[in-house]
């Protein structure tokens, strides 16, 4: 999470901390469910066209209008080309470094003027980011074979050309689920072996260097991946979840790979953003002939064009996991409770009254902590058969082209060092440990490395749950030399964290953090794993208990913000006993339920019914606000907008602009809140353009492009690219290429910058 901390930080967001804009925040639940109370339907609709198709506005301002204060573009960054330029170059220079090698047995880099081909249904129509807010058209996005050209890799047109025959046949996969789908299954798209005329190994010719096979996964907003194949083409087992080889792929595989197939190396290319089972890797049907594989998540629009050099070895791979890749998912706790695990007609788990279901959805919590890496490396400490049999790479895994030796260096805390055993006290939570690693290039290319800090506290049985390993700290190497010379061979890196990040959350004490007593220890590694493997160990010793409640940052107290659902979880995984606590699938007893839960979860059980909630209060108007808006006349002692700018939240100031506006001005502005906020001339707030969405100033609502306001923007890789850089600084670059496109704005329109962003997140895969 630390890597996404500073994307847009640069981002041009004029009215920062405004309650205002925060209400408009979930802008678009607003525009589903607000509007259709509080405005007309023509106003909704009016808005929602010039949101599509663009109209006059003026430009946004910051500051006090008589000393009129801008947000300025980047050196050599001058109108909306140059920041496009700009823009597309940083997302390529994020998959250089994001782009994981997993696997790599002689296969890569190619060699000079090596000829490959190309399989995979999916090599034709790659996934270029999700679906919903996060899509974008790809029509102009680089392409597998464009990045192969440009990287002087020659390719198998022929083989190419069959695969676009097919796609133009209808073949291939399926459109994308819309969002709020529930599906049943869905197909990769793969082509069965009968489509190939005398075998996928007939269309090699002389393209043979390397197979590079490609295995696509889609993903999106508003409906979860399937965790069941039912009526689904290329399976013919309909338990097989989505994220695992259907036939058609397993096919295709072993004919690369039997016995006299003329291919040299087969390399994988992993063009899906969440984990997939990778147990097949090392299947003996593959005849162990998978001796390569990249995975390179989805890459935006430029991003592809890093994979023809990562292949040709102009660019070393430096990217780590962000994910464990587990072998089997059933393995996973989580996996009982979610999705349509508990059958019910394959509609997930849907509550029923009386006999019918509803359409309210349910998730048991039941896994605790125990998600991601957390589980496997708790579950597997001390069972390397368990660890062994079901990880394929753990999270933080990536190879390079090179290798590297680290050294341990200085351990410090707050700047005086300390030695191992070091013992702690209450009087250091707010102290930083740095901890210095040298790292030294021995192989023979240039290349990064990512050093990784993990800190293990001690467990007690009855006590806070708590994962072996987590992740405190992490930092990556400038580019270390070999093949260049005036490139250092090695570098020094400092992680760093506060004592008080290795306590554990206990909401059975109200809500506090402890620090059991006992052994502190400091694993510097490659991965999640290193700890039993080749970590770099450094122990802390904590005499005594330690409890806190308060926070850190704000001195507010800590609380258990969740106690009222508490008591509806009967267990959680604990690493005590595992069998007896690790989930299982709900039953019919807890499918079955009365009408007043369901009740109990409808919008009015929260918010209260039309503008109740809000009678009486200082903004409500007993005017309808159905009626036709007028703007309210004040007083030029009034609060403006421009007066509030770099206040704090909850400076009083805000109180008093608010209550400035009545019930149906703050209805029209949440109600015609889909991508942009309305102007309010009484407070000085002028019109905003607020694109989507979490791969950049994409609008997906974009319907004529010539008139639209969101045109000519980075298409930006996904999020788990990003954090698979492990690159604080190359994130921030992004922020900063984001904050100069959003100046740049309706260039050709009405000037105006975009100043908000439904912006990128951070996702539990």
Same mark, same amino acid.
């Given at each position: 999470?630390?890597?996404?901390?500073?994307?847009?930080?640069?981002?041009?967001?004029?009215?920062?901390?405004?309650?205002?804009?925060?209400?408009?925040?979930?802008?678009?639940?607003?525009?589903?469910?607000?509007?259709?109370?509080?405005?007309?339907?023509? &106003?909704?609709?009016?808005?929602?066209?010039?949101?599509?198709?663009?109209?006059?506005?003026? &430009?946004?301002?910051?500051?006090?209008?008589?000393?009129?204060?801008?947000?300025?573009?980047?050196?050599?960054?001058?109108?909306?080309?140059?920041?496009?330029?700009?823009?597309?170059?940083?997302?390529?220079?994020?998959?250089?470094?994001?782009?994981?090698?997993?696997?790599?047995?002689?296969?890569?880099?190619?060699?000079?003027?090596?000829?490959?081909?190309?399989?995979?249904?999916?090599?034709?129509?790659?996934?270029?980011?999700?679906?919903?807010?996060?899509?974008?058209?790809?029509?102009?996005?680089?392409?597998?074979?464009?990045?192969?050209?440009?990287?002087?890799?020659?390719?198998?047109?022929?083989?190419?050309?069959?695969?676009?025959?097919?796609?133009?046949?209808?073949?291939?996969?399926?459109?994308?689920?819309?969002?709020?789908?529930?599906?049943?299954?869905?197909?990769? @798209?793969?082509?069965?072996?009968?489509?190939?005329?005398?075998?996928?190994?007939?269309?090699?010719?002389?393209?043979?260097?390397?197979?590079?096979?490609?295995?696509?996964?889609?993903?999106?907003?508003?409906?979860?991946?399937?965790?069941?194949?039912?009526?689904?083409?290329?399976?013919?087992?309909?338990?097989?979840?989505?994220?695992?080889?259907?036939?058609?792929?397993?096919?295709?595989?072993?004919?690369?790979?039997?016995?006299?197939?003329?291919?040299?190396?087969?390399?994988?290319?992993?063009?899906?953003?969440?984990?997939?089972?990778?147990?097949?890797?090392?299947?003996?049907?593959?005849?162990?002939?998978?001796?390569?594989?990249?995975?390179?998540?989805?890459?935006?629009?430029?991003?592809?064009?890093?994979?023809?050099?990562?292949?040709?070895?102009?660019?070393?791979?430096?990217?780590?996991?962000?994910?464990?890749?587990?072998?089997?998912?059933?393995?996973?706790?989580?996996?009982?409770?979610?999705?349509?695990?508990?059958?019910?007609?394959?509609?997930?788990?849907?509550?029923?009254?009386?006999?019918?279901?509803?359409?309210?959805?349910?998730?048991?919590?039941?896994?605790?902590?125990?998600?991601?890496?957390?589980?496997?490396?708790?579950?597997?400490?001390?069972?390397?058969?368990?660890?062994?049999?079901?990880?394929?790479?753990?999270?933080?895994?990536?190879?390079?082209?090179?290798?590297?030796?680290?050294?341990?260096?200085?351990?410090?805390?707050?700047?005086?060092?300390?030695?191992?055993?070091?013992?702690?006290?209450?009087?250091?939570?707010?102290?930083?440990?740095?901890?210095?690693?040298? &790292?030294?290039?021995?192989?023979?290319?240039?290349?990064?490395?990512?050093?990784?800090?993990?800190?293990?506290?001690?467990?007690?049985?009855?006590?806070?749950?708590?994962?072996?390993?987590?992740?405190?700290?992490?930092?990556?190497?400038?580019?270390?030399?070999?093949?260049?010379?005036?490139?250092?061979?090695?570098?020094? &890196?400092?992680?760093?964290?506060?004592?008080?990040?290795?306590?554990?959350?206990?909401?059975?004490?109200?809500?506090?953090?402890?620090?059991?007593?006992?052994?502190?220890?400091?694993?510097?590694?490659?991965?999640?794993?290193?700890?039993?493997?080749?970590?770099?160990?450094?122990?802390?010793?904590?005499?005594?208990?330690?409890?806190?409640?308060?926070?850190?940052?704000?001195?507010?107290?800590?609380?258990?913000?969740?106690?009222?659902?508490?008591?509806?979880?009967?267990?959680?995984?604990?690493?005590?006993?595992?069998?007896?606590?690790?989930?299982?699938?709900?039953?019919?007893?807890?499918?079955?339920?009365?009408?007043?839960?369901?009740?109990?979860?409808?919008?009015?059980?929260?918010?209260?019914?039309?503008?109740?909630?809000?009678?009486?209060?200082?903004?409500?108007?007993?005017?309808?606000?159905?009626?036709?808006?007028?703007?309210?006349?004040?007083?030029?002692?009034?609060?403006?907008?421009?007066?509030?700018? @770099?206040?704090?939240?909850?400076?009083?100031?805000?109180?008093?602009?608010?209550?400035?506006?009545?019930?149906?001005?703050?209805?029209?502005?949440?109600?015609?809140?889909?991508?942009?906020?309305?102007?309010?001339?009484?407070?000085?707030?002028?019109?905003?353009?607020?694109?989507?969405?979490?791969?950049?100033?994409?609008?997906?609502?974009?319907?004529?492009?010539?008139?639209?306001?969101?045109?000519?923007?980075?298409?930006?890789?996904?999020?788990?690219?990003?954090?698979?850089?492990?690159?604080?600084?190359?994130?921030?670059?992004?922020?900063?290429?984001?904050?100069?496109?959003?100046?740049?704005?309706?260039?050709?329109?009405?000037?105006?910058?975009?100043? @908000?962003?439904?912006?990128?997140?951070?996702?539990?895969?």
């Amino acid at each position: 999470m630390d890597i996404l901390k500073k994307i847009g930080k640069a981002i041009a967001f004029p009215f920062k901390h405004n309650k205002a804009f925060v209400i408009t925040a979930c802008a678009l639940l607003a525009f589903f469910i607000t509007a259709s109370i509080v405005i007309t339907r023509v &106003v909704l609709i009016n808005n929602t066209f010039n949101t599509l198709f663009g109209e006059e506005r003026r &430009v946004l301002k910051s500051g006090d209008p008589s000393t009129a204060q801008y947000y300025k573009m980047s050196d050599g960054i001058t109108d909306k080309k140059s920041a496009l330029a700009n823009a597309n170059a940083v997302n390529e220079k994020i998959c250089e470094e994001g782009f994981v090698l997993l696997k790599n047995e002689g296969a890569l880099p190619l060699k000079a003027g090596a000829k490959v081909s190309v399989y995979g249904m999916n090599s034709v129509d790659m996934v270029y980011g999700g679906s919903g807010s996060a899509a974008k058209d790809s029509a102009d996005s680089v392409d597998l074979y464009k990045s192969l050209t440009n990287a002087g890799i020659s390719y198998n047109t022929a083989l190419k050309s069959f695969y676009d025959g097919k796609k133009s046949s209808g073949k291939g996969r399926p459109k994308s689920p819309s969002m709020g789908d529930i599906v049943n299954g869905f197909a990769t @798209g793969e082509l069965a072996q009968s489509e190939y005329s005398g075998g996928a190994n007939a269309y090699a010719g002389e393209f043979i260097d390397a197979a590079l096979v490609v295995i696509s996964r889609i993903g999106g907003e508003g409906y979860d991946l399937p965790t069941t194949s039912v009526n689904t083409a290329g399976r013919s087992n309909a338990q097989e979840h989505y994220l695992e080889l259907d036939d058609n792929e397993k096919a295709l595989l072993s004919e690369l790979c039997k016995s006299g197939s003329p291919f040299k190396n087969v390399v994988l290319i992993i063009n899906c953003a969440t984990s997939m089972e990778l147990g097949f890797m090392n299947a003996p049907e593959y005849n162990g002939k998978i001796n390569g594989a990249l995975w390179i998540g989805t890459t935006g629009g430029t991003g592809m064009n890093a994979l023809g050099k990562i292949l040709n070895g102009s660019v070393n791979p430096s990217g780590r996991l962000v994910d464990t890749y587990a072998a089997d998912f059933t393995v996973i706790p989580a996996y009982y409770n979610f999705g349509t695990n508990s059958g019910n007609g394959g509609a997930g788990n849907r509550y029923n009254v009386n006999g019918t279901a509803q359409d309210a959805y349910f998730v048991d919590y039941e896994e605790g902590i125990y998600v991601g890496y957390r589980y496997f490396e708790t579950r597997g400490y001390g069972d390397a058969d368990w660890y062994n049999s079901n990880v394929v790479f753990p999270f933080g895994y990536g190879k390079s082209y090179t290798d590297f030796e680290w050294s341990l260096g200085k351990v410090t805390l707050d700047g005086i060092e300390i030695s191992d055993g070091h013992e702690f006290t209450a009087d250091d939570l707010d102290k930083t440990v740095e901890v210095e690693v040298t &790292v030294k290039n021995v192989g023979a290319y240039d290349g990064k490395d990512v050093v990784q800090l993990y800190f293990s506290a001690p467990y007690f049985e009855g006590s806070v749950e708590k994962s072996h390993v987590v992740l405190g700290a992490f930092a990556k190497t400038n580019i270390i030399g070999k093949q260049t010379p005036t490139k250092t061979e090695e570098d020094k &890196v400092t992680l760093e964290f506060k004592v008080r990040d290795m306590a554990s959350y206990d909401y059975t004490d109200g809500g506090c953090y402890v620090l059991d007593e006992g052994d502190y220890s400091l694993y510097i590694g490659k991965n999640a794993h290193s700890w039993a493997e080749d970590g770099l160990k450094f122990t802390l010793n904590n005499q005594s208990k330690i409890t806190f409640d308060s926070d850190s940052a704000t001195g507010n107290k800590v609380e258990n913000r969740f106690a009222d659902v508490s008591s509806h979880i009967e267990r959680y995984l604990s690493r005590s006993d595992w069998e007896n606590t690790f989930p299982t699938a709900p039953t019919e007893d807890d499918l079955n339920v009365e009408q007043g839960l369901i009740d109990s979860m409808s919008m009015e059980a929260y918010v209260g019914k039309g503008t109740q909630t809000d009678i009486g209060k200082p903004w409500y108007s007993a005017r309808s606000p159905r009626q036709k808006r007028k703007q309210q006349t004040y007083k030029t002692t009034e609060v403006k907008l421009y007066r509030l700018i @770099g206040k704090d939240y909850n400076d009083p100031l805000w109180d008093k602009l608010l209550n400035q506006l009545t019930y149906s001005e703050m209805a029209y502005l949440i109600g015609t809140g889909n991508f942009n906020t309305a102007a309010m001339k009484n407070i000085d707030k002028p019109k905003t353009t607020d694109p989507d969405g979490p791969a950049g100033f994409t609008n997906f609502m974009t319907v004529i492009k010539s008139t639209a306001v969101v045109y000519d923007t980075c298409f930006y890789a996904s999020e788990c690219v990003i954090g698979a850089t492990y690159n604080v600084e190359l994130a921030e670059r992004m922020g900063e290429a984001a904050g100069n496109e959003s100046l740049a704005g309706n260039e050709r329109g009405d000037g105006r910058t975009y100043s @908000g962003w439904y912006a990128p997140a951070v996702n539990i895969h």
